[in-house]
């Protein structure tokens, strides 16, 4: 038989786990409110927020969730009824620092008889990372649809374009150089081959190549694409500045489709930067070294400092005009562009190429003050 645990002992573990401690500890935000003054919320609220309990106690709970976008309600009409647990919504918040995050929350109110008072308790989460997940999900739907339709309409014009120049040149060829009709089928093959090459851009968006991966220094290939456009970087007074970490691996990926991907990059950020600018890129990576005991100054992989696969970090920041809200949540949706010359097919093409990697893409930007676009590439598994 099992010895009896200490009694004392027992009670000073349910003294330790009462509602109050589990309360506290848990991973859900909560809030309680008297009415609608916050009296209590938890370390989880507290931080999700991004204000301190000191400054939360006592505050009006619909002072912090004014009616933001297109939503027709506010927390307060939750807040309003009685004795019932309401289904679950969504609203925004302001942060301390000024982020707007999704937060999805429930609101259980009750009330006292016996004391006349009534209460209600808001339990709620950062939905930031879910919405990215699902708006991930659907541009990936948008991207599988779309390049199905591409692929096919492309074969089915270049069949017939490809009659016409034909029909073109043969009509130049009994031509002099000095007839006008000559200039017109001259242009007219020049205009084919630009569809043409159009379509060829519709094929790679429909279905890029397959990846020859291998293992490859980020920086060289950074510093190759910069060579092959410093004219362009020349020509629009934007200046080019690196900051290369020493400890960054190699990366595993198609060195070719990488560099479609930044020179797509550099060129949009060159044509933001209207008056010229600086474009900088810095490299960085998750994986934590440790210095052999051998003198050759050599290292060796520890493991990464968040637990995952081991990735390489690319940021590329420009001082441009930056990207409006609106027009950031369509940036890779395939034929969306602000360019009046652009096909929109550029971004989508790099994303295509970068999932083709095994890599993301991601996009930050803020209207008038410029755009970062992050690369995350898998390092290479030889360290």
């Not at 739907?141 to 374009?161: C, F, M």
């Not at 029909?167 to 000559?182: K, T």
Request: hydrophobic content about 35%; charged content about 30%; aromatic content about 8%.
């Amino acid at each position: 038989m099992s010895k009896s645990k200490d009694p004392k002992k027992l009670k000073k573990i349910q003294e330790r786990l009462n509602y109050k401690h589990i309360i506290q500890n848990m991973n859900t935000c909560v809030i309680i409110t008297d009415e609608s003054k916050i009296i209590y919320l938890n370390d989880a609220a507290e931080k999700t927020l991004g204000y301190s309990k000191r400054f939360l106690i006592g505050k009006d709970l619909t002072a912090l969730f004014p009616v933001h976008g297109k939503r027709h309600f506010t927390i307060s009409d939750f807040l309003t009824i009685k004795d019932k647990t309401m289904p679950r919504n969504e609203l925004d918040f302001v942060t301390k620092d000024k982020r707007v995050i999704p937060i999805g929350f429930t609101v259980t109110s009750f009330y006292d008889s016996k004391t006349e008072s009534s209460a209600s308790i808001i339990t709620f989460r950062d939905l930031t990372e879910i919405k990215k997940m699902e708006n991930y999900m659907r541009q990936i739907d948008r991207l599988t649809i779309l390049s199905q339709i591409t692929a096919g309409l492309a074969h089915e014009i270049r069949n017939p374009l490809a009659g016409i120049k034909t029909s073109a040149q043969v009509l130049e060829e009994g031509m002099n150089a000095d007839d006008p009709r000559y200039q017109l089928t001259v242009r007219i093959a020049k205009e084919i081959d630009r569809i043409d090459n159009l379509l060829k851009k519709f094929f790679n968006f429909a279905k890029p190549s397959e990846p020859h991966s291998a293992n490859y220094d980020i920086e060289m290939i950074i510093d190759g694409v910069y060579l092959l456009l410093a004219h362009q970087f020349k020509n629009n007074r934007a200046s080019f500045k690196k900051d290369f970490s020493k400890r960054v691996p190699q990366v595993f990926a198609d060195e070719n489709q990488i560099e479609q991907v930044l020179m797509n990059i550099f060129l949009n950020a060159i044509q933001a930067m209207h008056d010229g600018g600086v474009i900088s890129v810095k490299t960085d990576t998750n994986v934590v070294y440790e210095e052999e005991v051998t003198g050759l100054g050599e290292s060796r992989i520890r493991g990464t400092k968040d637990g995952k696969e081991p990735v390489v970090y690319v940021e590329i920041k420009d001082t441009g005009i930056g990207i409006s809200k609106e027009n950031l949540e369509r940036i890779f949706t395939p034929f969306f562009s602000t360019k009046k010359e652009g096909t929109g097919l550029g971004l989508s093409i790099c994303k295509q190429l970068m999932l083709k990697n095994n890599g993301e893409i991601d996009i930050m930007s803020e209207e008038g003050k410029g755009t970062a676009v992050i690369l995350m590439l898998p390092a290479s598994s030889n360290h």
